[in-house]
């Protein structure tokens, strides 16, 4: 728990100085890598919310890997933002001893999962090995399945929040309006990774097909 708790706040440090270095260096650039993320976003469910949330990320027309990398810190920092919401509403909660405790912090449990999976997505992005191809697909395959799962488990927070009668409407909307917001661009981050490695697979197989050929 100490090392993941260590690894989350360099995480935030290095999206902070991500953030800041995109806003510096990204304004003669930012037309065409702007046009560039729209055309990748144009693949996902939420293409929109897509361009939006990646903007201030990408500052030059970039590479596939890149933006999917992005796009995995984008949705591992919203999850983080609204479990750190949740926490505060589960705390007061607790303090009162109110009846919305369980099911606010079963869905913190979900949450909490899901940005687990996320951070591991990330690493794993970080750490994928181009050169071996099977070690590729080792890593795509974990990638997708945690991806997967933190969707799951944003959902199924959702359905406990719509089921139950909940005592405060403004918080409940507030909860499920971050929780949509960490499905919706973690949706995104899945189609972006599945697109690059839909195209590292194809050039994989053409660089193979031209090794062959020799």
């Given at each position: 728990m100490e090392k993941i708790t260590l690894s989350l706040f360099l995480f935030l440090f290095n999206i902070f100085i991500?953030?800041?270095?995109?806003?510096?260096?990204?304004?003669?650039?930012?037309?065409?890598?702007?046009?560039?993320?729209?055309?990748?976003?144009?693949r996902t469910r939420y293409p929109k919310l897509c361009a939006e949330s990646l903007s201030n990320y990408i500052t030059t027309a970039s590479e596939p890997q890149k933006l999917a990398h992005a796009a995995l810190k984008v949705s591992l920092l919203k999850a983080i933002y609204t479990r750190t919401y949740m926490k505060n509403v589960c705390k007061q909660l607790e303090k009162t001893k109110a009846k919305d405790y369980q099911v606010v912090k079963d869905c913190?449990?979900?949450?909490?999962?899901?940005?687990?999976?996320?951070?591991?997505?990330?690493?794993?992005?970080?750490?994928?090995?181009?050169?071996?191809?099977?070690?590729?697909?080792?890593?795509?395959?974990?990638?997708?399945?945690?991806?997967?799962?933190?969707?799951?488990?944003?959902?199924?927070?959702?359905?406990?929040?719509?089921?139950?009668?909940?005592?405060?409407?403004?918080?409940?909307?507030?909860?499920?309006?971050?929780?949509?917001?960490?499905?919706?661009?973690?949706?995104?981050?899945?189609a972006l990774f599945n697109g690059y490695a839909v195209r590292h697979r194809a050039s994989h197989h053409s660089n193979s097909g031209k090794i062959n050929k020799h």
């Open positions: 991500f953030t800041f270095v995109g806003t510096v260096e990204g304004a003669s650039a930012q037309p065409r890598a702007n046009k560039f993320v729209e055309s990748q976003c144009r913190l449990d979900q949450i909490s999962d899901g940005v687990n999976l996320l951070f591991n997505s990330v690493e794993e992005l970080q750490h994928l090995s181009l050169d071996k191809e099977s070690e590729f697909v080792w890593h795509r395959s974990n990638v997708q399945t945690w991806l997967s799962t933190a969707l799951t488990d944003a959902f199924t927070c959702m359905d406990g929040m719509s089921s139950y009668k909940f005592g405060g409407y403004k918080v409940k909307a507030t909860i499920k309006a971050k929780v949509l917001n960490v499905a919706q661009v973690t949706s995104n981050a899945l």
